[in-house]
């Protein structure tokens, strides 16, 4: 039994006032040092992975906190040449890309790292991305969804059109490469027609690792078919149990084995010697907030033109099902704003850790043991751990947290594999063309 | 008057049978420390820049040489990350990416790399690549180039989005960016409707160096108007200064200083330390190309159904205008075949070593003579060297020719500005969006 952690990686830490903190480097978020060096205490720490979310769309308003980012699979190579073992895994696009491309750059990732690369799946919910694409509004939910699905279908025909044994490299005879063993795809479908084969060899994992994040019914039931690893934000016990019974009896029904979908809810923790410390910390990122900035945001997530700060939510909110695009994080936040009867400010506070993610202030034991609570009790194979402040949080969660879950046998103590497959337990996938040998 | 040098990454070399040598590592395409290797050794001997080739569809048949390659971007980060100083040239397409994404990698690479991004605009030719994305047959030559003029001014404008003093990063007041400095570009064209900003804040050098490496009509009309490097095959000097006239000549006339588009042919040394040396390399490198995969090639690029190894061409090919995409590439390998004569056994020795680049084997000094000579007579800013043999033609080039070159002032020994811009001694472009100080 050993839990899986993927560190999170959001320039200074994933409250939205960390970079406010007189420790925070304001230009982290165009630092490639500092990636870099962040990345190197992770694998120092023996995560299974870092992980870059991501949109084709400049996020909220540039004044309110860093904004623009390297693109994931650039930062992620860049981190790729200073690392040797840690995972990585980038938030791309399939409403926003084409699948030749978007193949060939993970595939190119992949041979880059030696095998650490993973593609988080998104289908990009939001008219103003539509609208750096030629849209003017989003395609629907379902339109993307059932998109996202062809769009991995052809995604793994491209990264198998090279069989693992194409190459033998013949210097005497002159052949470098058997073409028998390199096939057209000739993919035919309601969204894309590609032909191939892709422009590189089959790459050490034979693909990436394949995530996906949304909690939605759709975004559950591609999970469940497709996803390796699952990402989460669940604010109770009770209910990330519900979501990892709900997505583990998907992918049985699906035909596949339920070990091979790993679950990761987030996890915001903010460590202190003492729990009056760590509430201190988190009391005075609170503090930095500016809340007419951020109820301004929630506003246009929750589509009402106005919230009043010191008033809990309006009653008459739209249901998930009229919304189109992050879905699953618009009923955590009305739910969570109701059922702990918060006002708009208070829920602003609660947000600004983690955006709908599990914050917890205490000790590195308080944090350790919900660590351990949650796995034990059936709702995580693993946490994508979000620091609320980066790097100090990173490291006090390396040099506290893990060395009890260490002592408690919950953690490894050294990389047992090379790949970021190996680290998760999962197989290297067969190849679905090739030949016999 | 200093040349620049551009180094061409390609594998073993650019002779197509340069991985049949004894030295050649049989996977250098999909090696990435091998291309570290060769970059530390061109940043070493101070060449401006490395570049590298890229189409979206695997070329020719994986069996004749080494097929498939990391996605340019990507590789160009991983060699970012080991080097300070050269620029890194990425080839990429307008007919197969969208704006957004492509503006955002190139900024990407250029901040990852402290302002060392150039992007080689193509508007990728053939059928099999456009069937890698939806499409039967490529979009004709001139809607290609339409295209890539409107996809060239929506990038000029997403890098622009930003002006360079947006970020105050100010934690007292809690504004991390002047939003007013931050702008939507609402860009609507036949092409494309993107309405902005760009993710990532603006670049070191504002945005990459842009070259183009067509040279039809319509490619040297692209070229005088948006590059600032061209790429160009010229077979005898005499041809190399008239093109280096025609594309000034144009520059000029669309209102440009020529000295802001650096025009640097293609050059395949091959050195000896006596001619006959020189030649015998020469001579082995044209005895391992396997002829019948050589002329199978050719007899696609020439739209023909057969071609007899000791025949000459035939007489009656299509005319350039007939052509669609790689038209000047078809030209000069017409030319070169009629004017002097050659077999197509005698025609693919010569294009096997440059694909239609000059290829000049010789002694160093031989080598040294000929660069001056073509810079003297006005057909060069500068070369885009292309060893026949990868790394040791390009060490050779580094240990003996550069020397000489030195010693006649025509090449820095030390590099003296930070960015590729600088390398190439052009200015970093204003901002057209920006806002008073």
């Not at 006032?17 to 040092?33: G, K, M, Q, T, V």
């Not at 998907?250 to 903010?270: Q, S, T």
Request: glycine share 8%.
């Amino acid at each position: 039994m050993t839990l899986h952690l993927n560190l999170f990686l959001h320039d200074t830490g994933h409250h939205e006032a960390s970079w406010r903190l007189p420790e925070s480097e304001p230009l982290a978020h165009i630092d490639i040092a500092y990636h870099q060096r962040i990345a190197r205490i992770a694998e120092e720490a023996r995560f299974d992975s870092v992980f870059l979310a991501d949109s084709p769309v400049l996020w909220g308003k540039p004044s309110r906190r860093p904004s623009g980012k390297i693109e994931p699979t650039i930062l992620l190579t860049a981190i790729a040449a200073v690392t040797t073992r840690i995972g990585l895994i980038a938030t791309a696009s399939t409403t926003y890309n084409e699948p030749f491309n978007l193949a060939r750059r993970f595939s190119s990732l992949d041979h880059v790292s030696g095998g650490r690369a993973g593609w988080n799946i998104v289908t990009t919910a939001g008219d103003d991305a539509a609208q750096n694409f030629g849209l003017d509004a989003q395609p629907a939910h379902l339109t993307r969804y059932d998109r996202a699905a062809e769009f991995v279908e052809v995604s793994k025909k491209l990264w198998d059109s090279w069989d693992d044994d194409a190459i033998i490299a013949d210097k005497t005879q002159g052949v470098h490469a058997r073409d028998d063993r390199v096939h057209t795809i000739g993919h035919v479908g309601p969204h894309f027609k590609v032909r191939g084969p892709l422009n590189v060899p089959r790459s050490p994992q034979g693909y990436p690792l394949l995530v996906q994040a949304g909690s939605s019914e759709d975004g559950r039931d591609f999970a469940a078919r497709h996803a390796e690893a699952v990402f989460t934000a669940q604010q109770t016990l009770q209910d990330a149990i519900a979501f990892y019974r709900d997505v583990k009896r998907r992918a049985i029904e699906f035909g596949r084995d339920p070990n091979e979908v790993k679950i990761l809810p987030g996890l915001v923790p903010v460590i202190g010697s003492t729990e009056e410390e760590a509430h201190a910390l988190d009391a005075e990122l609170e503090r930095l907030i500016v809340p007419e900035h951020a109820a301004r945001q929630l506003a246009t997530l929750l589509r009402v033109d106005h919230l009043e700060l010191d008033e809990e939510l309006p009653a008459d909110l739209p249901e998930e099902a009229a919304i189109e695009g992050a879905k699953s994080r618009y009923t955590l936040i009305v739910e969570l704003g109701r059922r702990e009867r918060l006002t708009v400010r208070q829920l602003i506070g609660r947000l600004g850790g983690g955006r709908g993610h599990k914050t917890f202030a205490g000790t590195a034991l308080q944090v350790a043991d919900t660590i351990e609570e949650w796995h034990r009790a059936g709702a995580a194979d693993g946490f994508n751990i979000m620091p609320a402040v980066l790097p100090s949080g990173l490291e006090r969660f390396a040099d506290e947290v893990l060395p009890i879950l260490r002592q408690r046998g919950l953690f490894r103590t050294e990389y047992t594999g090379r790949t970021l497959r190996e680290h998760y337990g999962l197989p290297r996938p067969a190849n679905q063309f090739a030949l016999p040998v």
